[in-house]
């Protein structure tokens, strides 16, 4: 069965530096997701994204926020200038349609220090 | 204070019981809603869906039940599995939206 991969599975970086979370969606999807997960708590949704644009994002998509689709194949996420509190995991999620159900990746555990 | 995370509601059962999970959503506007099980340390896997024109749907070993009037959404395992033991999420959207809230979480723990 296809699935959604992201890379790299664990991330750990110092408070106030960049980091870029990397997903390849399955691939005859046109809607992107991430979402994230902090310890204990249910799964939040960041951002959506369909045909190269952002098309909803929620409070935690601040400006230190930022999705990209680089080439056919990837699907990023960037946090500018981490800050302790964005450790967590955080999903990326593809869907043929908006109708149709979302496919996670395994996520990148994301740990600011 | 605050608190550090949630206690997520704890269902334990025998194996070969059946297992009721239950979920109440927020929005009426809301016309898809999705169960995921997530084991530890892995993404929500996706396990039977229905949309707010039905009131059951039946997949394998799994049914999901839809109460719109009150907000209510429930999942039946039947003859629950060890392997069924994870953290079970409701979540909600539009067809037309894309984006899912997800509940809280219900942890089934499976006894052999």
């Known amino acids: 069965e296809p699935e959604v991969t992201q890379t790299p599975s664990h991330q750990v970086t110092q408070m106030g530096q960049e980091v870029i979370l990397r997903c390849v969606p399955i691939s005859n999807h046109l809607y992107f997701y991430w979402y994230r997960q902090i310890l204990g708590q249910k799964v939040e949704f960041l951002v959506s994204f369909y045909n190269n644009e952002i098309s909803e994002k929620s409070e935690i998509f601040d400006d230190q926020f930022s999705v990209e689709r680089p080439d056919g194949s990837n699907f990023t996420l960037k946090i500018r200038s981490t800050k302790l509190e964005d450790s967590a995991m955080y999903f990326c999620a593809s869907s043929r349609d908006t109708d149709e159900k979302l496919f996670f990746g395994s996520g990148t555990q994301l740990s600011v220090l | 204070g605050e608190s550090v995370g949630l206690h997520l509601p704890t269902l334990s059962v025998q194996e070969g019981d059946n297992s009721i999970i239950n979920c109440a959503y927020s929005?009426?506007?809301?016309?898809?809603f999705i169960w995921y099980k997530q084991e530890s340390g892995k993404g929500p896997q996706f396990i039977i869906d229905i949309r707010s024109n039905m009131d059951k749907r039946q997949g394998q070993r799994v049914t999901v039940l839809l109460n719109k009037t009150v907000k209510h959404l429930s999942l039946q395992i039947a003859a629950t599995q060890p392997g069924d033991s994870a953290v079970y999420f409701c979540?909600?959207?539009?067809?037309?939206?894309?984006?899912?809230?997800f509940g809280q979480g219900t942890e089934l723990s499976v006894k052999p």
């Open positions: 979540a909600e959207g539009r067809l037309q939206g894309g984006k899912l809230i």
């Open positions: 929005n009426s506007a809301s016309d898809y």
